[in-house]
């Protein structure tokens, strides 16, 4: 098998936790803690998870816009999480990240064509005139008009700030885009838009997507794998129809029935998980999950279950971090 | 049936003044509400459905938000002409309210039990001691665990499930015949929306109030309501009882959004259906039917002619000159 585009192992994202007046460390956040997955070329990987699981520090990490505690970044093979910044720098044309607020992530100050240049620019592709070709071409990729280049991004609405976004990321061509809740801000009526966008790009430029998101539905429609997170580790993984059909891990039983089905006919009966997800600062022991588990025994408590394979799919395993087999 | 009506809204208009002019944010605007029933509401942004919110509790910002024209018949008082003193008895006594973010709803700087108690003193006039142990009651029905702890914590020490629990404690503590709740889920993750939700169904069922639930999300429509109010752009697009909305949607604004939600059925990775163009602006309306510009049946009618909210069905109504020659249409 050839070598997977991206792959995380046992990857850690620590922070530590300061209190007290002289801000001495008194604790440790494990947001992410020992992740290890595979992006394939031109494929997606979704990542799903509740808020405070660490799907949002992982994709950071693996654009280096966080620093990894331990574990490594295998892009092309190549261990990218001990890499200097300089050494990072070619590396970031193959790597770009979406944001889920456009408004926040592009500067209101300066136009649309200047926003979309500018990785160009910083990374020497292309004479003035080429890039200025190339933001056209960009525009149009992304289903905005040539004029738009002209234009502030205030000018726009949240869809189309989010494909200026999108714009500027695949400027450099790269192979991976990680996005973090790309359309969790958008009205409905324009995230199905913002999706084909993604399914379009990717199609014809055969980008990879380590895709972020909490909503399962849209999750299951881009993703070709999806991998469930909680309190910083990864409690299943399967291929997307899989996960979704048969769900092996008791917190992914409990997402899925948890999901509002447009769809009265089919009241879900529904499996209601108690209490809160808790903090990633003292996370529970043994099976992270074991707090609000409908099925937890002594052994959840005291033994961290491993991530194993009970089913395979073609070339991808059904892994579940559970004890049991539900 | 309108004798009945616990909340009767009629020809609502609520105008905003701004920079740009005056816009009209709700466009008359008539739906009714049942005791006992919950009703939906359900639109992208700024179609109105919070403004029509707080044009029923009378809290819009002043001076720039005014209800132009319209009734609003509450348990047979006019909520438009009240006086302020009808208000502040009606709010927080006979209307429960609660919001998206119930860090913003709630002050920061009291105990949770003096919060909830506030209301009881205030609209059931009891003494502090009898409104703290009412408090501890209301804890414990909305699923606060050790609920005589709670009540001397502060907000920012509870979670935002438990927050918007007690949210809804200080909503129902004086036994309101009206919940309305206001996205009260957004901002909750998936496993504490399920729970919030079931509390409020559970609530419903014990106190026979009625809630107007305001929501983006389809698929809370789905499961937590009887009947459905689509808005799109200030108006009433489509209203009918939840099953008949989902088995036989009427307006094209309706059928659009339906189809474009990923499904669990949907072939995984193919094209969605989409609405082509974007939500538009109070500023730039477009004239005619407000949907003409993003409607794949629009032709000169809708663009000059407003259509009148008419019947297709027991209980439907829609708001489309063509809704009779597309329902034939089989959708995508």
Not at chain 1, 297 to 321: D, F, I, Q, W, Y
Not at chain 2, 71 to 78: L, Q
Not at chain 2, 180 to 209: C, F, W
Request: with cysteine; glycine share 8%; net charge neutral.
């Amino acid at each position: 098998m050839s070598t997977p585009l991206l792959e995380l192992r046992d990857l850690a994202t620590h922070f530590p936790v300061r209190g007290g007046v002289l801000l001495r460390a008194t604790g440790t956040n494990r947001a992410v803690d020992g992740v290890s997955l595979t992006v394939q070329r031109g494929e997606t990987l979704g990542l799903v998870g509740e808020s405070g699981c660490g799907k949002s520090t992982l994709g950071k990490t693996v654009v280096r816009l966080l620093e990894p505690t331990s574990g490594s970044i295998l892009f092309e093979g190549q261990d990218i999480a001990g890499l200097s910044r300089r050494r990072l720098k070619p590396l970031r044309r193959e790597l770009q990240m979406v944001f889920q607020d456009p408004a926040e992530s592009l500067n209101s100050r300066h136009t649309v064509g200047n926003l979309i240049e500018e990785p160009l620019s910083i990374h020497g592709v292309g004479t003035a005139a080429e890039r200025a070709a190339r933001v056209r071409e960009l525009l149009d990729l992304v289903g905005l008009p040539a004029s738009a280049a002209e234009k502030f991004p205030f000018e726009f609405s949240g869809g189309q700030r989010q494909r200026i976004s999108i714009a500027r990321a695949i400027a450099l061509g790269p192979k991976l885009l990680v996005c973090d809740e790309p359309v969790s801000a958008l009205d409905v009526s324009i995230q199905s838009q913002i999706l084909n966008l993604f399914l379009d790009l990717q199609a014809e430029l055969g980008l990879a997507y380590l895709f972020i998101a909490h909503d399962l539905a849209v999750v299951r429609h881009v993703s070709d794998s999806i991998a469930v997170m909680y309190l910083g580790r990864i409690m299943e993984y399967a291929d997307a129809d899989g996960l979704m059909a048969r769900p092996r891990h008791p917190y992914t039983q409990a997402l899925i029935t948890a999901i509002p089905v447009p769809d009265p006919t089919r009241r879900s009966t529904r499996t209601i998980l108690s209490g809160d997800v808790p903090s990633p600062i003292d996370p529970p022991s043994g099976c992270p999950f074991h707090t609000r588990c409908p099925h937890a025994e002594a052994r959840c408590r005291n033994e961290r279950p491993l991530l194993r394979e009970t089913a395979r799919k073609g070339s991808t395993p059904h892994m579940v971090a559970c004890h049991f087999d539900f | 049936m309108s004798q009945q009506a616990l909340l009767e809204v009629r020809g609502l208009v609520t105008a905003f003044d701004t920079e740009g002019g005056r816009v009209r944010a709700v466009d008359r605007v008539d739906f009714s509400l049942e005791r006992g029933r919950t009703l939906g509401i359900v639109g992208e942004s700024g179609c109105g459905k919070s403004v029509t919110a707080l044009s029923i509790m009378r809290l819009l910002p002043q001076p720039m938000g005014q209800i132009l024209a319209g009734t609003i018949h509450f348990e047979g008082t006019d909520l438009v002409s009240a006086d302020q003193s009808t208000l502040h008895r009606i709010r927080g006594g006979r209307i429960g309210m609660i919001f998206q973010e119930p860090m913003t709803a709630l002050n920061p700087v009291h105990r949770i039990g003096r919060q909830i108690a506030e209301s009881l003193i205030l609209h059931k006039g009891i003494e502090r001691r009898a409104a703290l142990e009412r408090a501890v009651d209301m804890l414990e029905r909305v699923g606060i665990p050790a609920p005589e702890v709670r009540l001397s914590e502060y907000p920012h020490q509870l979670s935002g499930g438990m927050r918007q629990r007690v949210m809804i404690a200080i909503a129902l503590a004086c036994d309101p015949a009206l919940l309305i709740a206001d996205e009260p889920t957004t901002a909750l993750d998936v496993t504490v929306q399920a729970q919030i939700l079931e509390l409020i169904a559970k609530l419903r069922s014990e106190t026979g109030m009625g809630v107007m639930l305001i929501t983006h999300d389809l698929g809370v429509i789905a499961e937590q309501c009887d009947d459905v109010v689509v808005m799109y752009a200030g108006r009433v697009a489509e209203q009918a009882s939840v099953a008949e909305l989902f088995a036989r949607p009427r307006h094209p604004y309706t059928r659009g959004l339906l189809d474009s939600i990923p499904h669990l059925e949907t072939p995984r990775k193919s094209r969605l259906p989409t609405i082509a163009g974007m939500v538009p602006t109070l500023k730039d309306l477009p004239d005619g039917c407000r949907f003409n510009n993003r409607c794949p049946h629009a032709d000169d009618r809708c663009r000059r002619e407003q259509p009148p909210l008419s019947r297709a069905g027991d209980g439907h109504l829609v708001a489309c000159h063509h809704w009779q020659r597309i329902a034939g249409e089989v959708r995508t």
